[in-house]
């Protein structure tokens, strides 16, 4: 299956894994299905990219590296909806807003992406930790990163 995006052009996604959201993503309810695409010479972020709608690609990353001190508890809803048997079985991202210059770009501490890597399930969650916004800096570690 060949699919258009909105960075990589036309790709065939026949071996990439494919994403289920069960609920769509706040805001983007009804896109339910994405991949994630790399970028070529970044190790930090990722797109990803619906496979319905081209215009919906989505930068992401791995906020661990970028913010250590940063840590949540997934909820029981999120658990019971993706079907979270343990700790070892999912991955967390976070989505990026891209800025000029690319260093005042941020991240969305707040919704992490939560995917579990058994069932290739995932979900946006909304933390209630006030900790943590939905435009975080990237600073300068995710800036040396990204080139």
Do not use: C
């Not at 190790?43 to 919906?56: D, E």
């Not at 069932?119 to 946006?124: E, F, M, P």
Request: aromatic share 8%; hydrophobic share 35%.
């Amino acid at each position: 299956m060949n699919i258009q995006t909105k960075f990589h052009g036309e790709i065939e996604i026949k071996d990439i894994s494919q994403w289920t959201f069960p609920n769509g993503l706040p805001g983007l309810e009804q896109e339910k299905t994405f991949v994630l695409l790399p970028i070529e010479g970044n190790n930090t972020f990722q797109v990803m990219q619906s496979t319905t709608t081209p215009i919906i690609g989505l930068i992401v990353s791995n906020p661990f590296p970028l913010v250590p001190d940063y840590s949540f508890k997934i909820d029981d809803s999120t658990i019971e909806l993706l079907n979270i048997q343990s700790q070892e079985e999912f991955t967390v991202l976070v989505i990026m807003s891209l800025k000029q210059p690319f260093e005042t770009s941020t991240l969305n501490l707040q919704g992490p992406l939560i995917f579990n890597t058994n069932n290739q399930k995932a979900k946006q969650m909304i933390l209630n930790d006030t900790k943590y916004n939905l435009r975080h800096p990237i600073g300068e570690l995710a800036a040396k990163g990204a080139q």
